[in-house]
């Protein structure tokens, strides 16, 4: 059977499974969404921060009339791409409220304090809330009535077209008057981001030291074995939270913690396949041919051993999502204002015994159809490279 054949078989195998196939596609459709990220969040400022205190803890499908005011600060436009990765600093100062009137060249507005509540109206120039100055046309011409009221009737259709809508916040805000849809989006990138490039830390940190260890034997077995049983007695967890101490607070150290708390259990894994494979006819053959240890390692024992691999770097992905949401729950993780799955359940976990529990709720069943998916694929990969009974020659 050729490698394609093979490759076919196996593929095949992984189709049969219908919930692993399911979760894959699920997979795929979460990650597309958390790359296109502020492309697609109706709050696109960085980090989804833009806060209406006024509006926190508001359920969802909330909608509310809000005022859109333009800053005094010039706010450059971003292009696409970077727009995409880091957001658009919003340009308007965003005010909710509950009615508005024209009069002359100012706008009278109610601005929200409460459900329950009537504030005093409030009057703003029209050309300020345009950022525009009031006399810029009235001076070029001595019918400078004229020109003000035609430019005021002009402003006015713009404000009411373009600077007062309506927002819905479909998952509701949080106890900052963030919207939770972006925040949800935003951190599904955090999440995938942290399980992506640990797992390609802990596979190649693992991959190096298990085939060292099962290849050469001897006294460098014995060397890093020692040391892979030394971090394999230590919780996951706690060997992240030291790791984080030893680098810091932040995002990129969160990559680096918990990818080299992962990487052991790859070692472990291609240790034991190595030593199984390291006696049979073809590496034999090959050292008999003068090839060197590294060529054989690379080109003859790695490529038979890549299915057991895929199958620990999808178990390792879960385990990813999960350290990242428990690190930045107790705080470890990356820091406020970046949202992530586990500081969304920290923030809000005290409303779940009253009727905002869907703050912590959907964080947390996010985090959990993640890990479930991820576990599903890594059955279905199993199943597929028949890693049970590879794994028997350990």
């Known amino acids: 059977m050729t490698k394609s054949d093979s490759a076919a078989t196996k593929w095949k195998i992984f189709l049969q499974n219908k919930l692993a196939v399911a979760s894959m596609f699920l997979i795929i459709l979460t990650s597309l969404v958390a790359i296109l990220g502020y492309l697609i969040t109706p709050d696109d400022t960085p980090q989804a921060n833009d806060m209406l205190v006024q509006l926190s803890l508001k359920k969802p499908g909330a909608s509310f009339t809000v005022l859109k005011i333009k800053k005094q600060d010039n706010i450059d436009t971003v292009n696409l791409l970077q727009k995409m990765f880091f957001g658009q ?51 070029l011409n001595p019918k400078k009535e004229v020109i003000k009221e035609a430019s005021v009737q002009a402003i006015r259709k713009e404000i009411a077209d373009h600077q007062i809508s309506q927002k819905t916040y479909w998952l509701g805000t949080d106890i900052y008057g963030r919207d939770m849809l972006s925040r949800l989006i935003i951190g599904a990138r955090i999440s995938l981001a942290v399980g992506f490039l640990s797992v390609i830390i802990s596979l190649i940190v693992g991959v190096t030291v298990g085939a060292a260890a099962g290849y050469f034997g001897g006294k460098t077995d014995e060397i890093l074995s020692w040391l892979m049983n030394v971090l394999w007695a230590l919780p996951s967890l706690l060997l992240v939270i030291a790791i984080s101490f030893a680098l810091g607070k932040g995002l990129w150290q969160i990559f680096v913690a918990v990818g080299l708390s992962m990487w052991v259990d790859v070692g472990r894994l291609v240790r034991g396949q190595v030593i199984a494979l390291k006696q049979v006819e073809f590496i034999e053959a090959a050292r008999a041919l003068g090839f060197s240890d590294f060529r054989i390692i690379r080109n003859h024992i790695l490529p038979n051993i890549t299915g057991p691999i895929l ?61 479930y998916a991820f576990n599903m694929v890594t059955i279905g990969l199993r199943d597929a490279f028949d890693v049970k009974s590879q794994s028997t020659r350990i």
């Open 311 to 371: 199958v620990l770097a999808a178990s390792n992905f879960a385990s990813a999502i999960l350290l990242e949401a428990g690190l930045s729950f107790l705080g470890y993780g990356a820091q406020p204002p970046v949202p992530t799955w586990g500081a969304m359940i920290k923030e809000h976990y005290g409303y779940i015994v009253i009727d905002s529990a869907y703050l912590a709720i959907l964080p947390g069943l996010a985090i959990m159809l993640m890990v």
């Open 89 to 139: 600093p919003s340009p308007w100062r965003n005010i909710p409220v509950t009615s508005y009137r024209f009069k002359q060249d100012s706008l009278y507005v109610r601005e929200y304090i409460g459900a329950e509540d009537v504030s005093a109206e409030t009057a703003y120039n029209i050309f300020k809330i345009c950022g525009e100055k009031e006399n810029n046309v009235a001076n």
